[in-house]
């Protein structure tokens, strides 16, 4: 796994794990989780490192966010490389001057509709997680509160809304079906299977090595206590919660739903043989001991630009935002003589347009690890 700036900063913020990508993505540093922000400040003080007409940042705020995105990337079993972290920091103070900016022109119009937006994105996010004690787990490693990402994705949702009214992008349904016919092999899903499992881990919880001979061998018994129990007509999904050691998947009865390629390849050879309602043998992985039940195979097609339309549309729309972005806050940034007060901070140069928007996480192809077996 790479180690791109843009990539560490929108795991930072939480883009691909928490909420929907869009062109801003850092808060004011208000609502971050600031308690080692808080112990920098006592030693060192707080000092203003930008001001200009409705901005003020300072120094706690930037701290805030740095260890927000060295938590979120040390979740995913990343670090922020050292030789990049005056960048990092460079681009993260851009983000937090042009969200003070942006809302500083938000209409109550805009509140209401980054509000309207907020509802419907923490909707998906505890869908995805599974449920609110599973959601609770992810904040609390990378040292957030459910509270604090309400306000994360309220501010950025609300300066999306003042882009949208400002930038006045629209694109048109013609414009949808176009990319859609010009781009098919976009839109081609290939072979996935939707299958459960219940893992009994192998591995120590602590230290991440390999248990014990003889932990490995109770491990082994209950892993085949509990294959008579499924195959006797146990509701599989209920087994998992109860006694499955994965965490990413437990509190989804054991699910995930994915292509060849993801997973390691004991867990993908077995999945890919079941039928379906068919449960496996135990499977042996570096992470312990699977028993596997396939719910579903999905055959490889094409998806229909009916159930992609709305997304598509919303992504040529950030597209096109993107290209009038950089020259529309440069403006902002003039019209409130926003300087930045230290000159380490002051932005290195870059290729144009590439600091204004982090790209968005992805981890699509990457073998999953601990926690997606």
Do not use: C, W
Not at 14 to 27: D, E, R
Not at 236 to 243: D, I, S, T, V
Not at 288 to 299: A, D, F, Q, R
């Amino acid at each position: 796994m790479t180690h791109k700036t843009a990539k560490i900063l929108s795991l930072a913020l939480l883009a691909a794990q928490f909420t929907a990508p869009g062109a801003f993505a850092v808060n004011s540093g208000t609502n971050a989780a600031a308690k080692p922000a808080d112990k920098l400040t006592e030693l060192f003080g707080d000092p203003v490192i930008a001001k200009g007409k409705g901005v003020e940042v300072k120094r706690s705020q930037l701290d805030s966010a740095m260890i927000g995105i060295k938590s979120a990337a040390a979740a995913r079993g990343q670090t922020v490389p050292p030789e990049q972290v005056r960048m990092l920091e460079q681009q993260v103070l851009q983000r937090l001057i042009q969200i003070q900016l942006l809302l500083g022109k938000a209409t109550e119009a805009d509140k209401a509709k980054g509000k309207e937006a907020v509802e419907k994105q923490f909707a998906l996010i505890l869908k995805r997680a599974g449920s609110a004690e599973a959601l609770n787990r992810q904040l609390k490693s990378v040292g957030m509160t459910e509270e604090e990402l309400r306000a994360k994705m309220a501010e950025e949702a609300t300066a999306q809304a003042v882009l949208e009214r400002e930038l006045k992008v629209a694109v048109t349904d013609d414009a949808v079906k176009k990319f859609y016919d010009e781009n098919p092999a976009r839109f081609e899903e290939p072979e996935r299977v939707r299958a459960s499992h219940i893992l009994l881990s192998t591995l120590d919880s602590a230290t991440r090595q390999p248990l014990a001979d003889d932990k490995k061998t109770a491990k082994r018994k209950q892993a085949e206590d509990l294959l008579k129990r499924a195959r006797a007509g146990e509701d599989f999904a209920k087994l998992a919660q109860e006694y499955s050691e994965d965490p990413g998947s437990k509190d989804k009865g054991g699910e995930y739903t994915f292509p060849r390629g993801q997973m390691v390849p004991e867990f993908e050879a077995a999945a890919f043989s079941l039928n379906t309602n068919q449960i496996s043998d135990i499977i042996t992985t570096q992470f312990g001991y699977h028993i596997i039940k396939l719910n579903e195979k999905m055959p490889a097609h094409k998806v229909e630009l009916a159930k992609v339309s709305d997304e598509l549309k919303e992504g040529l729309k950030r597209q096109e935002m993107e290209k009038l972005l950089p020259d529309y806050m440069e403006k902002l940034k003039q019209d409130g003589n926003v300087e930045i007060l230290d000159e380490k901070l002051k932005p290195t140069e870059v290729a144009p347009g590439a600091a204004a928007t982090p790209a968005k996480a992805n981890g699509a192809g990457e073998k999953k690890t601990d926690d997606k077996k």
